[in-house]
């Protein structure tokens, strides 16, 4: 404490213009970053490069600095940030290929008390798998663990927020036990490691022997670990259960890419999905909820839900390749996504509070979730709540590798009871659709594709085609959707995905019956939903004046049966939605339609209020 005092008076005098105090300063601060940068580079010449220029960035600057504590974070900034350049720059890149040879004997030279004790083959080991992590990864780890920064501190230096950093770090010690892996290292081995290379990098034998990396030093804490644990290959676990899950070896593949599993057999029994916030007895619920496109995009969703007792007794993962369901010592995988079993809404963190407002209206009750502002692509939010009625609170955090990091990976192991609920077109991951009806007199006909989870969504992109009679013609490709008159004229262009809206879009990462009850609530539109006998199905009626669309959804199979049209107590008539479990001989009849036209100036969207229109007979006019 008395050192860290004078250390503080001497930054405050030096701000101030005492050249005696800022030359202290600078001779402790060399001391301590030639050490950092040597750890982050392993090269002596490039270290000392980045150490001088730092120096005389920080005698430049210090004046700027405006809180005295926080020097080392913005010193190190600094550092790191120099570095960067330089591995930017070619001529860095090429001094650093040259000097790879002499990188072997560094060490020794440096500490040759300690060195002589540690064989050549683990040194090598330890610093091989320190080279192989991204310089970020490296310097969260030697500020963590050598120079004793907290959190806060390091998350200054690093231009993040303290909880980003905590998952930093968590993320590059799981990067080095990897590097530690592939030469037979385990887990257990990752303090030793990081004591070893601390040691083998320490300026003098003296400061090497002070050198100790502890269990407590390297952890992240309490949400840091759970999101940790959750999104780790080990398992989907609570705080209190550890191994529900664990990582083992798959041997079984999906038609679509990854693997899933091998000892997967057909049940039928599909328990149906939790809600999210789900009221129970007891306990804390917590969700991670990924948008890779931004919050009006695709969901990928992980959680558990509270238990009774305190204790958890599911887990939920909904991920790019399929949707899974553990209880009962068992994972399912399923056709659909969860779906809330008293049919309220799913409501996201993202949600507006003019949409959040407006579903509590229709349900009449006051479903309370945090608000979480942050938009753009590769979103990350983590919710949390204590159902005893506690705070809930959630967090944002921009992660663009989500999916390739594991986060919502889902490698079960070999002796888990995996049961396969899925139809074939639901592991096939998308499907060919027809359309076939009548509305107002006019018959109805149309085909599509649609996929049914994020991994087939770019591959088999959905389009759709419908003829209403021998007037009107819609096109929706995704880049365009369009409405065409007799002759092929064109009436209208708009946003592409425009007449999906009121339709089942599952690879959104929501259930159907949410999906559609979601459009209309955007739009203002009133909507009561309900099961039908033996509550395979759900009725959804969509209120607007005198119009009413009713919408017949399999909750099982987590598709759109039929849309039902009334106006002014009068029906007028309904579509069916067919889809081809095979597709073998389908290619011919369903050919995806090519953009209509030359690109024009987009209306604004019309959400569901097209099949309104469509209900009316005033659709393109």
């Known amino acids: 404490m008395k050192r860290q005092s004078e250390h503080l008076r001497l930054v405050k005098q030096a701000q101030l213009g005492d050249e005696q105090s800022l030359n202290r300063l600078a001779e402790s601060a060399r001391e301590r970053l030639q050490v950092y940068v040597y750890r982050l580079t392993l090269e002596d010449d490039l270290a000392q490069e980045i150490v001088q220029e730092s120096m005389l960035e920080m005698c430049k600057v210090l004046g700027k600095l405006k809180r005295a504590d926080r020097f080392w974070p913005w010193l190190y900034g600094i550092a790191t940030n ?106 257990k081995s990752l303090l030793g490691a990081l004591a070893l290379f601390g040691k083998m990098t320490a300026p003098t034998e003296a400061a090497a022997g002070q050198i100790s990396v502890t269990a407590a030093t390297t952890q992240v804490g309490l949400l840091a670990d759970l999101v940790g644990l959750v999104t780790s290959k080990t398992a989907i676990v609570s705080l209190g259960t550890a191994g529900v899950l664990t990582v083992g070896t798959i041997v079984g593949t999906s038609e679509y890419g990854r693997k899933i599993a091998a000892n997967s057999h057909p049940s039928t029994e599909s328990p149906r999905a939790v809600s999210l916030l789900e009221h129970h007895d007891h306990g804390t619920e917590e969700y991670w909820y990924f948008f890779p496109e931004g919050p009006q995009g695709p969901l990928m969703l992980r959680g558990k839900p509270a238990g009774r007792g305190g204790q958890p007794y599911s887990y939920l993962l909904q991920n790019d390749l399929a949707n899974y369901y553990y209880r009962n010592d068992a994972v399912h995988v399923n056709n659909h996504r969860r779906w809330s079993g008293d049919l309220r809404v799913a409501r996201l963190p993202t949600d507006s509070s003019q949409l959040s407002g407006f579903l509590s209206q229709v349900e009449g009750t006051d479903e309370k979730m945090q608000y979480v502002s942050a938009t753009g692509k590769g979103l990350l939010v983590i919710a949390k709540r204590d159902v005893d009625g506690g705070d809930n609170h959630a967090w944002a955090i921009r992660h663009y590798n989500v999916l390739d990091e594991d986060y919502f990976q889902c490698d ?210």
């Open 82 to 187: 120099k570095l960067h350049r330089h591995k930017r720059s070619q001529r860095v890149q090429q001094r650093a290929a040259a000097s790879r040879a002499q990188q072997h004997g560094r060490p020794e030279q440096r500490n040759e008390g300690f060195e002589k004790l540690v064989s050549d083959e683990l040194k090598q080991i330890v610093s091989t798998a320190m080279q192989g992590l991204k310089t970020r990864h490296r310097a969260v780890l030697i500020m963590r663990c050598y120079d004793g920064m907290s959190y806060e501190e390091i998350a200054e230096s690093m231009g993040c927020s303290a909880f980003g950093t905590r998952m930093l770090f968590l993320r590059a010690k799981r990067a080095l036990a990897k590097q530690l892996a592939r030469n037979g290292f385990g887990k």
């Open 412 to 621: 079960w192991p070999l002796g888990t009871n995996i049961i396969d609920n899925r139809d074939a077109m639901h592991k096939r991951g998308w499907t060919y659709f027809r359309v076939t009806g009548q509305v107002n007199d006019k018959k109805v006909s149309g085909t599509g594709m649609i996929p049914f989870v994020y991994a087939t969504s770019r591959r088999y992109a959905p389009w759709l085609t419908l003829q209403v009679g021998e007037e009107l013609r819609i096109v929706d490709v995704g880049s365009q959707a369009s409405l065409r008159g007799p002759n092929d004229r064109p009436i209208a262009d708009y946003k592409g995905g425009s007449f999906f809206k009121g339709l089942p879009r599952p690879w959104m990462g929501l259930h159907t019956v949410d999906i559609v009850r979601r459009d209309a609530a955007e739009q203002g539109i009133w909507f009561e939903t309900a099961y039908t006998p033996g509550e395979n199905y759900a009725e959804i009626e969509l209120t607007y004046e005198q119009t009413k669309l009713t919408y017949t959804v399999d909750l099982k199979r987590d598709v759109l049966e039929e849309i039902s049209f009334w106006v002014g107590g009068s029906n007028r008539g309904k579509l069916r939605f067919d889809y081809l479990e095979g597709i073998d001989s389908a290619e011919t009849s369903f050919v995806t339609p090519r953009r209509p036209g030359p690109r024009r100036a987009a209306r604004g969207e019309m959400g569901v209020l097209w099949l309104i229109r469509l209900a009316r007979g005033t659709l393109g006019k």
